[in-house]
């Protein structure tokens, strides 16, 4: 061990995008370099742990192929997006799942998502897709000697000298200040969904909505990352979900649970408060919804889209923000609709269905809707869910200044890092995105510690 280039990678967040990390890192690194993931809250999983719709991967036997994915990510974008992260993402997408997959994680279930033009999404039938993995790959960090976790770990700043990252200086648990130096670190931090404040500076439209984010989304590996050189991009761009549940019992509340994705990947509709559809489930919805009463609308799932959705769906009716009702007169009075308003517009939906198109322009059709069986109906309103924006990174995930350079010893995957989805997010590229460049942070910030290493080495020998 050398003074200068300590045997040691330091991870900041312990969600998909740091897990992803830090196993890579420690698989790379050999046995005698440490990998330190430092966690901020009790327990590890952040974000990741509440992901529901998804993650995407190449679908050849779909029809797919990496350019249609391409272009469906760039679209989203809306311009943004920087097109040498999107092939990264879409070229390593079946390896990603592929590795997934390895670890135990059954990924069977395939979706077509809104902005996607082709079943690409895998989900998960044995439960919420995001819980899936993180439980399967937390278990496996656990039993790794070369990774340590610290949870109840704020890091504070990044200690860093002449032009690289150094380390970090982090408040542990009991209050004291601690320093831990280190050759290279990952920033895993997530984004800034939760933080009032920053989303008041960058984007005040959204500032006023409630969240699907955990209180712990408050981007601070933002400013870690700026100190230390980093350039910031795209803090403007925060995603509005068009979907996430009102509970009848805290209507008010400004933190919600998602209606995930896959709600309309299987078939769900979206109406209004007087039954009537308004726009195509599958195309962007957030601002369609927000013109409706109250910003809100009813999401209703039929009986077979409600089995294609799986056992998940009864978590969501445990918690009362998805009721049953026998036939979609009943589900018509539940919401305070006309029944032949309501039943009018699923017939009509359904005579659509057989024909390929409707009025809004809708040409896939995952499901129809029987009016004489059960149907689940819930309360809906659009929610800060992501923001897009965030530490500019290369394709290997270093962190990039504003010339476009590396700064030294530092990385970036996940939310916390920006320029891959651009104006919009499409959906179950999130999870992708923390695998792939989790994965390549991992690795790359390994590599980085072994030519310092090997550097020093040879100086010693000279």
């Not at 312990?14 to 897990?19: I, Q, Y």
């Not at 992901?51 to 989203?76: C, H, K, V, W, Y």
């Not at 097109?83 to 135990?104: C, I, K, N, R």
Request: hydrophobic share 40%.
């Amino acid at each position: 061990m050398t003074a200068q280039h300590p045997r040691r990678i330091v991870v900041v967040g312990s969600g998909l995008a740091g897990t992803a990390a830090a196993l890579a890192a420690a698989e790379s690194a050999g046995p005698d370099v440490e990998v330190v993931v430092l966690e901020k809250e009790a327990r590890a999983g952040g974000n990741s742990m509440k992901a529901s719709s998804g993650i995407n991967a190449l679908t050849p036997d779909q029809g797919d192929a990496a350019e249609a994915f391409r272009e469906d990510t760039l679209r989203s974008g809306g311009g943004l997006s920087a097109p040498e992260l999107v092939d990264t993402l879409v070229g390593d997408s079946q390896e990603a799942v592929g590795w997934l997959e390895s670890q135990g994680i059954e990924l069977s279930g395939r979706v077509q998502l809104g902005g996607h033009t082709r079943k690409r999404t895998r989900t998960s039938t044995r439960g919420p897709v995001g819980f899936s993995i993180m439980r399967a790959l937390l278990e496996r960090q656990a039993g790794d000697s070369r990774v340590r976790v610290v949870t109840g770990a704020k890091v504070e700043s990044l200690l860093h000298q002449d032009g690289r990252v150094e380390g970090v200086a982090y408040v542990a648990d009991d209050g004291s200040q601690q320093r831990l130096e280190a050759s290279a670190v990952v920033l895993a931090t997530g984004g800034f969904g939760a933080s009032g404040e920053l989303l008041r500076k960058y984007a005040p439209q959204a500032a006023e909505l409630p969240t699907t984010n955990g209180a712990w989304a408050q981007g601070e590996g933002l400013a870690l990352a700026q100190a230390a050189g980093a350039s910031l991009l795209h803090l403007d761009r925060v995603q509005v979900h068009p979907t996430g549940f009102v509970d009848p019992a805290d209507p008010a509340s400004g933190t919600k649970f998602l209606a995930p994705e896959k709600l309309r990947g299987v078939g769900g509709i979206l109406v209004s408060p007087e039954g009537r559809r308004f726009v195509d489930e599958l195309t962007t919805r957030d601002k369609a919804i927000l013109q409706q009463p109250h910003r809100q609308a009813f999401l209703l799932l039929g009986s077979d889209a409600a089995q294609q959705f799986g056992p998940a769906l009864g978590f969501y009716v445990s918690k009362s923000l998805f009721t049953r009702h026998d036939s979609l007169a009943a589900a018509a009075e539940h919401m305070g609709a006309a029944p032949e308003v309501l039943v009018a517009e699923v017939e009509a939906y359904n005579a659509a269905a057989a024909e390929g198109r409707d009025a809004h322009g809708k040409t896939v059709f995952p499901t129809t809707i029987d009016p004489q069986a059960a149907v689940h109906v819930a309360r809906i309103t659009p929610v800060v869910h992501y923001t897009m924006g965030g530490v500019a990174i290369s394709r290997e995930a270093q962190a990039l200044d504003a010339s476009g350079v590396p700064v030294p010893g530092l990385f970036a995957a996940g939310e916390v890092a920006g320029g891959l989805h651009g104006a919009n997010r499409l959906g179950g590229n999130s999870l992708l995105e923390c695998v792939v460049f989790g994965r390549r942070a991992g690795r790359n910030a390994a590599a980085f510690v072994r030519d310092l290493l090997r550097e020093a080495a040879g100086s010693y020998a000279s």
